[in-house]
């Protein structure tokens, strides 16, 4: 599957963005999907993941409570709705795909995902 991000942005301390990643090519309802960003220099760091159908979330806890993963498999497209932001949070956003059998599964490691989208850039200024 290919994935498609967009939706970043400059926005201040304390505002909100929406974050997009379209898929093409398999149906996303097959993959279990979520969000990773990085910082250069750094490693990548999970942020959010959610399972075939949406029905499991688990989040970084530096995220929790602010973020929320959603999938639209109808529109075989993935969101992050980010609230609150922070400072920290100033990161290129990637969202990912995994194929799974299982509709329960969610995943936390990079490794686990085959699937990388092109990255988009959310710079927040405090």
């Known amino acids: 599957v290919q994935l498609q991000a967009s939706g970043g942005g400059l926005v201040q301390a304390g505002g909100s963005l929406r974050l997009s990643c379209a898929a093409s090519?398999?149906?996303?309802?097959?993959?279990?999907v979520g969000w990773f960003r990085q910082v250069p220099g750094q490693e990548r760091e999970f942020v959010a993941t959610t399972s075939r159908r949406g029905i499991r979330r688990d989040y970084a806890d530096s995220v929790r409570g602010r973020f929320t993963v959603s999938r639209d498999n109808a529109e075989n497209t993935v969101y992050l709705q980010m609230n609150n932001l922070k400072f920290e949070d100033t990161a290129t956003y990637y969202c990912v795909a995994a194929w799974r059998s299982h509709s329960n599964v969610v995943l936390t490691l990079p490794e686990s995902y085959t699937s990388w989208g092109q990255g988009t850039q959310v710079t927040v200024s405090s």
């Open positions: 090519g398999r149906a996303l309802s097959d993959y279990v």
